[in-house]
C-alpha cells in the first residue's frame, strides 16, 4: 500500500535544542497529520494541516511546536526549544481527504531529549 | 467526549485458535471506526474501517470487525491465527474532521 516516510528514525538532542522531524506523505495526499506517543501511553494527535494552514490541534501542540510543508516538499515538525516532555515516538500520518479518509502512518520518529 | 478503551493490554492465543479483541469506544454520533496493526519498528497499517451499513466488516488477512451501537463496540476477530499474526493491534475512532482517537492498543501474542 501507500508508504509515508518518516526521517530521521531516532534522535537524541539536549534540552532547549531545536529538533526538525520530517515526514514524507503519499504523493497525492493533501491532509497531513502529527501524532504523538509517549512510552507506555496512548498515541495522541497534534495537529492536522491543508492547504498550508493547521486546520486543528490538540492541547499537546504547545507554542513550541510548529508544523510546515514549504513548496510540497516535507512536511515537517519544529520543536523549539525542546523539553525533556517532548520526548516520545512521533508518527506523521497523511489522507487524501477528510470524512473518516484512511489516514496513511509512517514508522514514527523516536525522540529522546536529554 | 470520545474515546477508545481496549480492555486487553495483551492476549495470548495458540496458533490456529480463533480470536476476538475487545474494542468499546465513546462518542455521541456514530463514527468512523478502525483497527490498525503495528509491527516492530513500522507504522500503523490499516486493518479495516467502518461507517456505516453492514455491521459485520471485512479485513486484510481474514480479520473482521462488528460493529454494535447498541454495546458501542467495534471488536475485531479472526477464526485462525498465525504466527505471524502477533503485533500490537490499535482500535481507533475518527470524526469527520480526520482527528483520530486511539485505544491503548492490544499486544497479541500467538504462540506456536
Known amino acids: 500500500g501507500p508508504k509515508v516516510l518518516q526521517i530521521p528514525s531516532h534522535q537524541i538532542i539536549d534540552m532547549g535544542q531545536m529538533v526538525t522531524l520530517n515526514c514524507d506523505p503519499v504523493?497525492?495526499?493533501?491532509?497531513f497529520y502529527w501524532y504523538k506517543q509517549i512510552l507506555g501511553q496512548q498515541m495522541e494527535f497534534l495537529v492536522n494541516?491543508?492547504?498550508?494552514?493547521?486546520?486543528?490541534k490538540s492541547k499537546l501542540f504547545k507554542d513550541q511546536f510548529s508544523v510546515e510543508r514549504p513548496d510540497g516538499s516535507y512536511f515537517t515538525l519544529k520543536i523549539q526549544p525542546t523539553a525533556l516532555e517532548d520526548s516520545a515516538v512521533y508518527f506523521c500520518?497523511?489522507?487524501?481527504?477528510?470524512?473518516?479518509?484512511?489516514?496513511?502512518f509512517g514508522p514514527g520518529t523516536r525522540l529522546l531529549v536529554l | 467526549a470520545q474515546s477508545v478503551t481496549q480492555p486487553d493490554a495483551r492476549v495470548t492465543v495458540s496458533e490456529g485458535a480463533s480470536l476476538q479483541l475487545r474494542c468499546k469506544y465513546s462518542?455521541?454520533?456514530?463514527?468512523?471506526l478502525f483497527w490498525y496493526v503495528q509491527y516492530p519498528r513500522q507504522g500503523l497499517q490499516l486493518l479495516l474501517k467502518?461507517?456505516?451499513?453492514?455491521?459485520v466488516v471485512q479485513g486484510v488477512n481474514s480479520f473482521e470487525a462488528e460493529f454494535s451501537k447498541s454495546n458501542s463496540s467495534f471488536h475485531l476477530q479472526k477464526a485462525s491465527v498465525h504466527w505471524s499474526d502477533s503485533a500490537v493491534y490499535f482500535c481507533a475512532l475518527s470524526m469527520r474532521n480526520n482527528r483520530i482517537f486511539f485505544g491503548d492498543g492490544t499486544q497479541l501474542v500467538v504462540k506456536p
Open positions: 504523493s497525492n495526499h493533501l491532509y
Open positions: 494541516f491543508y492547504n498550508g494552514k493547521v486546520m486543528e
Open positions: 467502518y461507517y456505516s451499513g453492514d455491521p
Open positions: 462518542y455521541s454520533a456514530t463514527p468512523y
Open positions: 500520518a497523511s489522507s487524501l481527504a477528510l470524512g473518516g479518509d484512511t489516514q496513511y
